[in-house]
């Protein structure tokens, strides 16, 4: 990937290239009304962008139950029990530091777990959950398999050097650590241009984003060598009902709250 090298790192775009695990992600952004033909379509766009389909006759959703039934995928309540069990009475609750660095581990993800051949008979129908969280006091991935049907965690994984997705959590705390950094500053000055507010919260935006991956990029600046072993994010953000803003050149390191920026 090539190196970035824009001065202003807040400049409003109309594509953002964005690499997302190895895969390129294509962003395309509306530009602000230039008084031209170019304005006219920009207009166009925006209010096709905003228009609300007409209204038509919506079925209710059938009801959910408490339980789902073989590869169904989890319900609310089983979504919310292996949770529940997956941070109860082992620990992981008081030893653990979230992205704020409170107790308790980062919840990332629950999802139904993958079939394991080697079970059999009543065991191999039973429903699990793997429950993934980060602990950030050890930079390490969680993951907890929990059997839904008895209640118990079956196995428990921890690894370094492992970074799934980020959590919108995280994405919230990285751009707030943006925001109260000096390398937020034309961030700010462009959410003022659009919006003419000041930015001063992550819910402020609509955010998304990936993990950083050192191997992305030509250079890596020395304040995020430790990014791997460290949790990193690019943060993508996009002002409400506006333009998206580009913040690409910056890399948040969650387990040392600090801002890098990309040669």
């Not at 997302?20 to 992600?25: D, L, M, P, R």
């Not at 990193?232 to 969650?254: E, F, S, Y």
Request: glycine letters at 12%; a neutral charge.
């Amino acid at each position: 990937m090539r190196e970035l090298a824009s001065r202003h790192l807040g400049k409003l775009v109309a594509t953002v290239a964005l690499a997302v695990t190895g895969a390129a992600v294509a962003v395309a952004v509306g530009l602000p009304d230039d008084g031209g033909g170019a304005g006219g379509a920009s207009r166009a766009g925006a209010a096709q962008q905003d228009a609300v389909a007409p209204a038509g006759k919506v079925e209710a959703a059938p009801a959910e139950g408490d339980k789902g039934v073989g590869r169904d995928p989890l319900t609310d309540a089983e979504i919310d029990r292996a949770e529940n069990l997956a941070v109860r009475n082992n620990g992981l609750r008081m030893k653990a530091r979230d992205v704020e660095g409170d107790r308790g581990p980062q919840h990332l993800s629950t999802n139904l777990t993958e079939i394991d051949p080697g079970l059999t008979g009543a065991a191999a129908g039973q429903r699990r959950a793997d429950v993934v969280s980060y602990d950030y006091k050890s930079d390490s991935v969680i993951t907890k398999t929990v059997n839904l049907d008895t209640g118990k965690v079956e196995d428990t994984r921890s690894d370094q050097g492992v970074q799934p997705p980020p959590s919108q959590g995280e994405l919230a705390e990285a751009t707030q650590l943006l925001i109260a950094n000096k390398l937020g500053a034309d961030l700010k000055s462009d959410y003022k241009d659009a919006t003419g507010k000041q930015l001063t919260k992550a819910e402020q935006l609509h955010l998304s984003g990936m993990v950083f991956r050192k191997t992305t990029v030509a250079k890596v600046p020395s304040g995020l060598t430790a990014c791997g072993k460290h949790r990193c994010l690019r943060v993508v953000v996009k002002v409400k009902n506006g333009p998206w803003i580009d913040t690409r050149a910056l890399v948040v390191d969650l387990s040392d709250r600090t801002v890098g920026r990309l040669a």
